[in-house]
């Protein structure tokens, strides 16, 4: 079998980024096998210009389309990666990446308004969760960005965020 076209085709048909270890056992190999495999099928995207690169999400990888082809596909499907996301909505998600973990409470003081609609819809959307309390009165709950934002925003920590200057 040809370990690099069959950890492409896995991670073509996964709809979701797939754990080294998991691909090691679909593949039946060892981790550091496939962390080879998949460094040398990086290296071939790199070199070829290929349309195709893979991302790494925490300890996942998923095959994603590259960043320089973003224009294209965007034509294609006419629309942006913002699309459905009003300026509020992205306001607080934008909070809420930076300042994480954060509780509604402050976000709404950093705004100066409610933060209800725009959390409920990230939440809907799967972009933000709760994680944990804040140890004050009332234990709030605190927010933090998830892994599909990550994905959907083409990161691979959130140390990628651009600076931003305070």
């Known amino acids: 079998m040809n370990l690099p076209r069959a950890l492409e085709t896995l991670l073509l048909s996964a709809r979701e980024p797939l754990s080294v270890s998991r691909l090691a056992a679909l593949l ?3 981790n550091k096998i496939v962390l080879d495999a998949l460094e040398k099928l990086d290296q071939e ?13 925490a300890n996942k990888v998923q095959l994603a389309i590259n960043d320089r082809y973003d224009e294209l596909i965007e034509s294609l499907f006419e629309k942006t990666r913002s699309k ?5 909505t992205l306001e607080v998600l934008s909070i809420i990446a930076y ?11 950093l705004r100066g308004v409610s933060s209800d609609y725009s959390l409920r819809l990230l939440q809907d959307r799967g972009l933000i969760e709760t994680r944990g309390t804040l140890d004050a009165l009332g ?4 927010f933090r960005t998830t892994e599909k934002f990550l994905r959907d925003f083409s990161l691979a920590s959130l140390d990628e965020l651009p600076a931003v200057e305070r």
């Open 45 to 57: 995207y790199l070199e070829n210009e290929s349309g195709l690169e893979i991302r790494r999400f």
């Open 139 to 142: 234990s709030p709950r605190l």
């Open 28 to 30: 039946e190999v060892e």
């Open 84 to 88: 459905g996301y009003g300026a509020a």
């Open 99 to 109: 300042e994480q973990p954060i509780t509604r409470a402050q976000i709404d003081h």
